[in-house]
């Protein structure tokens, strides 16, 4: 029996023994059974025993008060009797139990009795005072009276709601305790987060009233956010797997305080102006929002969001219970992103194995894959077809192989091979030439390698082995080496015929040259000769007819031998034969300018060295081919060439301000305007020199010509 009870059982007994005296009483004082002096003493007897009662006694009659115990004014808050005596019973009476007193009363004044009653009185200071009453109708002083016992169970009332308080707490307690082990049970019985989500919220409903609950995490980036979970109340872009900015959002302001807040939702001006990002949830109708930060691991990862149509429907205490189940399901979220992430990576993983193996099977190098005491762990199908099918099982088969060095012709020792020494001695080795005998005797050539694996720790935990079988390669190798030979041979004929054609050709140009001179221009100059004397003779009769024809041959004459002077001119040039290649160039710049109309400069010291004549020839040669090339293509208006020394070099550059052109390729056989390009590059090569172009559309061309001493 608790302590309540007790009190109870006590009070109900010192209640049966006040009756009793209070019916011995009764009875002294019935009519013509007492004398005179008789209530004088049972008056006394009475205020006695009254008197001294710590409960309030009081009586009344006609529903007035005509007695009040001390104990009864003090509970009243009264200065005394005289506060009391004559006010009506119902002035102190809580309105709550108005009605029930009145009832109690009636019953009273008809004589009958009532049951103990739990009430309440007012005090005339306004106080509330729990009571609990007894009351009983008696005869006093010749008058039907109704005697009242209250006793003041104030503090036995405060004890009872904070023992029920305490009971309710406890309740609650035990209910959210056995909701976190569920919820950690639901966490620890899987890593199916979906799975997690659906049973949490389940159980978070039982403590934490909801219309819709969210997950919201912050995506990898930092700057957004997506709703893992959401159930019930629909709001718009608010649906499970959304993605929205983190900016302007509760889950921003719960991660950036690092605590839960509660927020209460009343006009839509006041949303918009503290988290606008919750302007969909206010509109669905919801007015109340719980949101705890999600943190794992110290770093917060979202947040968890519940929602109430209700305005103000959450307290502080649901904010540390919601704070506790976060605590749980951060944990769980983590977990599971980390398991997520351990399936992709084992995913990935089992692909690039994979992918590994397949790329090993279609390699047609060996590929050998050993652990740390040398034992493999893979062979691919290219190694026993380069080791003529014998199964490698690891290094302590190196033995048997037969090896010797390329560059030595030594044979190779078991622990000279690359997957030995990067087994043994953790060293790398890469593409060491050796020849080898595989084991159903074919002689080959490979490149042997050998690369060991490491953990972090830098230890050696397996090896690599590679062996490329070379042995076609130095094959067409040898051959590709012998037609570059041959190439170059050919080359260098070509070279040499090409010098000795640009010889031929120079020498036929001064014989012909020479020829003009000696024969056709010779017998010119006669035929003027005699044209004049045969002008001279002419008879006077008919003379002026005649003459006319005369003199028109001799014009055709002079001009055959102008034409006749230039073509010797371009077959060899005199000047260049007299006074070397800048003279020859400014001549024939000039020639050039009066023919086209480009504006041509030749820049040069006249002070330098000469170079020998089938050199100069040659650079004539591919100026005349290059200026050429400018009067044919590059629309151009000026052109400027310069002969000089630069670094032991002799330097013949040709620029133009034309339209230039894509040298990308240059040069490129086939196209008729390479030619030109072509031919300057032979000549070039013919007498030891290189040819570089420079040219971009619509930025003109510069070739240089360089040519060592």
Known sequence: MNNVEEKKEELIEELVDIRQRMSELNRSAIPNKLTEEEPMKSEEHYRNLVEVSPDM??????????????????????????DLIGRSIFEIIHPEWLEMVRERISQLEQGKGVALLEEKYIGLDGTIVDVEVAASPIFFQGERMVQVIARDITERKRAEEALRESERQAQQSAREKATLSEIARIIS????????????????????????????LVSQEGNTLVNRYVEGTSAPGKDQGSTFPKEGTATAGVIQGRKGLIFNLQEESEVDSLFPALLPEFRAGLRSLLSVPLISRDQPIGALHLHSRIYKAYSEGDLNLAESIANQIAGAIANAQLFSELKRTEEALRRSELFLRDVLDTLPISV???????????????????????????????????????????KVEEDEWGLARAVKEGKTSLNRMMHIETFDGQKKTILNSGVPIRDKSGEVIGAISVNQDITELKRVESQVKKLLQSVSEKQEELRALGVRLAEVDEEERRRLARELHDRVGQNLTALGINLNILCANLPAEGAAKTSKFVEDSLRLVTETVGDIRNLMAELRPPVLDEYGLLAALRWYGEQFSERTGVATAIRGDDRMQRLSSSKEIALFRIAQEALTNVAKHARASHVTVTLERVDEKTVMSLADDGVGFDNRGYPSQGKPTSWGLITIRERAEAIGGQVKIESEPGKGTRIIVELRK
């Open 368 to 410: 050998s894959i050993t652990d740390k005491n040398g034992k493999v762990l893979l062979n691919n199908p290219a190694r026993n077809k380069t080791w003529g099918g014998e199964e490698f099982k690891g290094i302590s088969q190196l033995g048997k192989y037969k090896g010797w060095w390329a560059d030595t012709g030594e």
């Open 189 to 216: 019985s899987t890593f199916s987060i979906e799975e997690v989500y659906k049973l949490f919220s389940e159980e978070v409903k039982k403590l934490i009233s909801f219309d819709r609950i969210t997950v919201t």
């Open 57 to 82: 006694i009081a009586l009344h009659s006609r529903r007035k008060y005509v007695y009040m115990n001390p104990a009864g004014i003090k509970m009243l808050r009264a200065a005394g009797q005289g």
